[in-house]
């Protein structure tokens, strides 16, 4: 067998009922820690040809379903494969369960009742002008400024800010809030225990306040997410407690940085690389949803989610032993030339676009709708407010935990007053 790409690890082909433990099938791959923008759909693509259900020791051991398929059946099966075990690969200790995440359905169910409400799209509408005065800001300092980063000084502060409009809370907070929020990012990254453990204890924090001053504020529970949760813990019909509502606004603050922030740097990359899709949408924005969508397959950040088999089970062609964790690549299934033709290329208005970037079944994203109108503000505005831009030098990968750039540095040129004029 010839030599193997960095991070990946010779594949050991597939057996109908493959039924030895994991002390007896080994490693058959390694996850890439140190990629560069696109490695990793490499390594897919040769996992889904010669083993699309492999085996790794790494991270304590860990199933990783890289097919479509397979993604979607693990992902929707609530009663088989469960989250409240072990929700992450690797996995983190916690002395307590972080809601909703952690648990599963019918506890997971009483969370989503309170949440899904408020992040409906009419509702999100509100929010649009802050989104977009925050984008503004952000590019109008890149564009005045040397050495700008499209994650450092446009995507981290931007979904942070999101998040905070979202959220309800004064400018005051919205600013500590992000200074906090993406410290935390460069963290969890950087593996930097020291720096997590305090800036989760502040969030924790920031979590509680937020609580406090939304209750004491009186804001309706029907258009507000803190009042929901607080609402639901009123309830007799649920076991939300006051705690456990608080611990869900931290939990939604770290998720609300993670993901967009990951999707919105890849934007930022394939555009800088693509110039001929990026004039063709900066002349024509009303096709940025259908490319959003694309954006969304190809860049799928999400790949660490994990559940745990409840009991023995088979799963292509191999025995699942019940505790063990399966990783559920969603950026390989959304590649899977099974359920999407010409797989690498971006296809503007890609038909029966099912991907898979915000998942599938209970867990499915809450924050989809408002992902979707970050990123298209996001890209609006960048679009709106330059001529081009490009590369200006080597993207920085983060680590496996979320697929997306950490370092984008940017070369930009602003829109000239004739530019803004003709656009207008």
């Known amino acids: 067998m010839g030599q193997c790409p960095v991070g990946f690890t010779a594949a050991v082909q597939e057996r109908p009922a493959d039924t030895r433990t994991a002390s007896e099938r080994g490693s058959e791959w390694s996850p890439a820690l140190d990629e560069t923008f696109g490695s990793a759909h490499q390594d897919y693509a040769r996992l889904r040809r010669s083993n699309p259900f492999p085996w790794s020791s790494d991270f304590g051991g860990f199933w990783s379903a890289t097919t479509y398929e397979d993604i979607a059946r693990v992902a929707q099966d609530d009663d088989l494969f469960i989250t409240s075990v072990q929700n992450v690969v690797p996995h983190v200790p916690r002395s307590s369960r972080r809601p909703p995440l952690h648990f599963d359905p019918p506890e997971h169910t009483a969370y989503r009742e309170a949440i899904d409400p408020v992040l409906r799209r009419s509702l999100l509408r509100n929010h649009e002008a802050a989104f977009r005065a925050s984008a503004e800001e952000l590019l109008d300092g890149m564009l005045a400024g040397d050495g700008a980063d499209g994650v450092?000084?446009?995507?981290?502060?931007?979904?942070?800010?999101?998040?905070?409009?979202?959220?309800?809370?004064?400018?005051?907070?919205?600013?500590?809030?992000?200074?906090?929020?993406?410290?935390?990012?460069?963290?969890?990254?950087?593996?930097?225990?020291?720096?997590?453990g305090e800036c989760s204890a502040e969030l924790y924090r920031i979590a509680e306040q937020v609580y406090r001053d939304r209750v004491s504020a009186g804001a309706d529970p029907r258009r507000d997410l803190v009042s929901s949760l607080h609402h639901a813990a009123l309830s007799p019909d649920n076991h939300i407690t006051e705690g456990t509502a608080i611990a869900t606004i931290r939990q939604m603050i770290v998720a609300g940085m993670g993901a967009p922030q990951a999707v919105l740097g890849s934007c930022v990359v394939h555009l800088a690389q693509d110039q001929d899709l990026q004039r063709h949408l900066r002349e024509h924005p009303e096709e940025l949803p259908s490319a959003i969508e694309e954006f969304l397959r190809l860049h799928a950040p999400y790949r660490v989610f994990a559940r745990t088999a409840r009991r023995d089970t088979e799963l292509h062609g191999r025995l699942v032993r019940a505790g063990e964790p399966i990783a559920l690549i969603?950026?390989?299934?959304?590649?899977?030339?099974?359920?999407?033709?010409?797989?690498?290329?971006?296809?503007?208005?890609?038909?029966?676009?099912?991907?898979?970037?915000?998942?599938?079944?209970?867990?499915?994203?809450?924050?989809?709708?408002?992902?979707?109108?970050?990123?298209?503000?996001?890209?609006?505005?960048?679009?709106?407010?330059?001529?081009?831009?490009?590369?200006?030098?080597?993207?920085?990968?983060?680590?496996?935990?979320?697929?997306?750039?950490?370092s984008v540095p940017l070369q930009l040129a602003g829109r000239t007053a004739a530019g803004k004029q003709a656009a207008s």
């Open 330 to 406: 969603f950026p390989s299934g959304n590649r899977d030339g099974t359920a999407f033709p010409d797989p690498d290329t971006f296809v503007l208005r890609r038909p029966n676009n099912s991907h898979l970037a915000f998942g599938r079944g209970a867990h499915k994203c809450p924050a989809a709708t408002m992902g979707r109108l970050e990123l298209l503000i996001a890209l609006e505005v960048l679009l709106e407010r330059t001529e081009a831009f490009a590369l200006a030098g080597d993207v920085v990968m983060m680590n496996w935990l979320e697929y997306g750039p950490r």
């Open 152 to 196: 450092r000084d446009f995507a981290a502060p931007f979904v942070m800010d999101c998040f905070a409009a979202f959220l309800g809370v004064p400018s005051s907070l919205t600013r500590h809030i992000r200074d906090i929020g993406v410290r935390y990012a460069f963290a969890i990254q950087d593996m930097d225990n020291e720096v997590i």
